[in-house]
């Protein structure tokens, strides 16, 4: 009996669910945690105050499973290939967990595709399969994915110093060689020295 068959349909007719380009043969559940963080300032009298607020990384976590009986693996499907084209291991489930860990060792964002939404810049952030008597000849994992933020610098030039109002204030910074420290005590009579050169 293939793992599909001991869950029911579990909806994977209605919609393919993937992990990044792992196709999930069941999923038992997926609990989806979406989070705001507003933020709190104490005033001198009365209740904190509130004045910004920012979305957490989404997560999710995946209770899903494969069998060595799924459709594909009886029609000698596999998975997609890992180290330098090979099959990870013999077993289809197996090779299944050997390309969950690459993914997850990668470090690379992908998609996820779950019965509810679809997630971008994703990662792994933990996998847990158990493995006894009764899955011996399946994979039962538990994935926490969560999303990474990505931002993206851009560099820019300013106008030239002679157009600007204020270049002291505005202008790109210039490198003017180095420069001699001043004593930090008035010589006699509370007059500073005047040294010889500037950096010489």
Known sequence: MSIID??????????SKKIGDITISATLEE???DELTI???????????????FKRPNEVIIKCGWSNSDY???????????NNGMPATSTYVDAVYSQLLALQE???????VTC??????????SLMVINDDKTSGALMVTA???????????????????????????????????????????????ALPVPSSIGG
């Open 116 to 125: 509810r939404r679809q997630y971008s810049n994703m990662l792994i952030q």
């Open 72 to 82: 594909t693996a009886i029609l000698g499907g596999t998975p997609a290939k890992v």
């Open 31 to 33: 609990v989806y945690h």
């Open 6 to 15: 001991s869950l029911g349909l579990d909806m994977i007719l209605l919609s």
């Open 144 to 190: 926490t994915l969560r999303e990474v933020i990505i931002v993206k610098t851009k560099a820019t030039t300013l106008p030239p110093r002679d157009v600007q109002e204020d270049p002291a204030a505005t202008a790109e910074t210039e490198n003017k060689g180095a420069k001699a420290p001043l004593p930090g005590t008035p010589a006699p009579g509370g």
């Open 39 to 53: 933020t709190e300032h104490p005033v001198e009298n009365g209740a904190n105050i509130n004045d910004h607020a």
């Open 106 to 112: 990668s470090r690379k964002p992908f998609d996820l």
